[in-house]
């Protein structure tokens, strides 16, 4: 049977997941994916979105193991770059966030590169989701427009691209060559039996 694998970093978040496709465990180690993730050995490979790296990687210190850890911040040209996203498209674990998930569980995620949202579709062999309580909201319209009216605003402001939205704070809609909002990811079900993990964490994180 199919779904995803909820958890939490502390015994006080619990979210309100009642879909009987889910498989859920709350408990103080729910870190213990990432514990078990610290400790593999060098036969395993990481993908990390560099979107979300600071607190993917400063808050929990993920990738301080002997893995191979697959980071397109780290390319020197644009062919390296895309040589390292094929490589992440195929890694053992993809590290990465959502822009808002419901109280039943669902995940929006919007890209414009479209790598992070293709890699949660398909490829890595598991994805670890890493969601602050401040992503959590009521029902999927609620998700979507956190996604498309903070997460995305806060995106295009931070890399000074030439939106309404990056100029106003607020989603125009707009098809401007600029635009971050090119590949909406609704993520509802995992047909691969718990490749999805997350992992909610009971503070502010990210946008």
């Given amino acids: ?22 498989k859920r465990t709350y408990s103080p180690q729910h870190g213990s994916l990432l514990y078990r993730l610290q400790r593999r050995g060098s036969e395993e490979s990481i993908g990390i979105n560099p979107g979300r790296k600071q607190h993917l990687l400063g808050r929990f ?5 002997n893995y191979q850890v697959y980071n397109r ?10 040589k390292i996203e094929l490589a992440a498209y195929d890694c053992d674990y993809f590290l990465t966030s959502a822009n808002a998930i419901t109280e039943d569980g669902i995940m929006i995620n919007i890209d414009g590169h479209s790598n992070r949202v293709s890699s949660i579709a398909a490829g890595p062999r598991n994805v670890l989701m890493i969601i602050g309580m401040n992503k959590v909201t009521r029902d999927v319209d609620s998700a979507m427009s956190r996604a498309r009216n903070e997460a995305a605003p806060i995106n295009a402001q931070r890399f000074n691209l030439s939106t309404p939205c ?6 125009f809609d707009c098809k401007t060559p600029d635009t971050i909002c090119c590949q909406i990811l ?21 946008f």
């Avoid at 990056?166 to 989603?171: I, L, P, Q, R």
């Fill in 61 to 65: 210190h993920v990738c301080q193991g």
């Fill in 73 to 82: 911040d780290t390319a020197p040209t644009p062919e390296d770059k895309r």
């Fill in 1 to 22: 049977m199919g779904g995803i694998h909820y958890g939490s970093e502390s015994n006080q978040t619990k979210p309100d997941v009642r879909r009987k496709d889910c």
């Fill in 186 to 206: 609704i993520t509802r079900y995992s047909k691969t039996p718990q490749r999805i993990k997350v992992i909610l964490v009971n503070e502010d994180l990210g």
């Fill in 166 to 171: 990056c100029k106003t704070g607020a989603c």
